[in-house]
T-cell receptor
C-alpha cells in the first residue's frame, strides 16, 4: 500500500511569489492534515480536512495560506504571496475515520523563501 | 494551552549505550501521548503511544511510560544501534480538542559505531 506522498520535495522561491504544495493521502483515508515545522521550532498543526470539508483550520497562520481538498482525495496548500517566515518543512498526514487512529505522515516539502 | 517540552539535542551516543530522551507536557484533561521518529529522508512514523496514565508504550526496543503525576513520557532504550539515528518527536493529542497533534521541537539522535 502506498504511503502519503507529497510534491515537490523541495521548493525555493522568492518573496512575493506563489507556491502550491500537494499532498496525496493514503487511499481511503477520510482525514487529511497539514502541519508545518519552522527551523528549530515545533511541528505545528495547520488544518484538518474530513473528506472535502475543513474540520479545523485553527492553525492556519493568516489569509496568505489557502488549503483545498476538492473531491476529498488529494489536497493542495497554496501560499500567496510567500514571505520569508513561511520557510520551513510542510508535512501532510492522513488517517482513517476514528479520532484515535494513527496519523500517517508524508516525507514533507521543504520550502525556502528567499 | 497544551504544550510539549522535550530535551534539546543533538544527542550523540555510542552503539549499545542507554538512551533517555526526556519529554514533559502541559495539557488539560487526559491527553494521549506519542513518540514519532523521522529517519533521514523519510516522513514521521509512529514509534509508540500511550492513551492513559501508567500505560507503557513499547516498540523496537523503545519504551515510554505515561506518568500523570510528573506529566512526563520519557523515551528509553537499553542498547541503541546505529540504525536508531533519527529525529525523535514527543507529541500529545488533547482529550478535548479535535484531532490535532501537538509536538515538541524534536531531538536529534546520532549513534556512532
Amino acid at each position: 500500500e502506498a504511503g502519503v506522498t507529497q510534491f515537490p520535495s523541495h521548493s525555493v522561491i522568492e518573496k512575493g511569489q506563489t507556491v502550491t504544495l500537494r499532498c496525496d493521502p493514503i487511499s481511503g483515508h477520510d482525514n487529511l492534515y497539514w502541519y508545518r515545522r519552522v527551523m528549530g521550532k515545533e511541528i505545528k498543526f495547520l488544518l484538518h480536512f474530513v473528506k472535502e470539508s475543513k474540520q479545523d483550520e485553527s492553525g492556519m497562520p493568516n489569509n496568505r495560506f489557502l488549503a483545498e481538498r476538492t473531491g476529498g482525495t488529494y489536497s493542495t496548500l497554496k501560499v500567496q504571496p510567500a514571505e520569508l517566515e513561511d520557510s520551513g518543512v510542510y508535512f501532510c498526514a492522513s488517517s482513517p475515520g476514528q479520532r484515535t487512529n494513527e496519523q500517517f505522515f508524508g516525507p514533507g516539502t521543504r520550502l525556502t523563501v528567499l | 494551552g497544551d504544550s510539549v517540552t522535550q530535551m534539546e539535542g543533538p544527542v550523540t551516543l555510542s552503539e549499545e549505550a542507554f538512551l533517555t530522551i526526556n519529554c514533559t507536557y502541559t495539557a488539560t484533561g487526559y491527553p494521549s501521548l506519542f513518540w514519532y521518529v523521522q529517519y533521514p529522508g523519510e516522513g514521521l512514523q509512529l514509534l509508540l503511544k500511550a492513551t492513559k496514565a501508567d500505560d507503557k508504550g513499547s516498540n523496537k526496543g523503545f519504551e515510554a511510560t505515561y506518568r500523570k503525576e510528573t506529566t512526563s513520557f520519557h523515551l528509553e532504550k537499553g542498547s541503541v544501534q546505529v540504525s536508531d539515528s533519527a529525529v525523535y518527536f514527543c507529541a500529545l493529542k488533547s482529550s478535548n480538542s479535535g484531532y490535532a497533534l501537538n509536538f515538541g521541537k524534536g531531538t536529534s539522535l546520532l549513534v556512532t559505531p
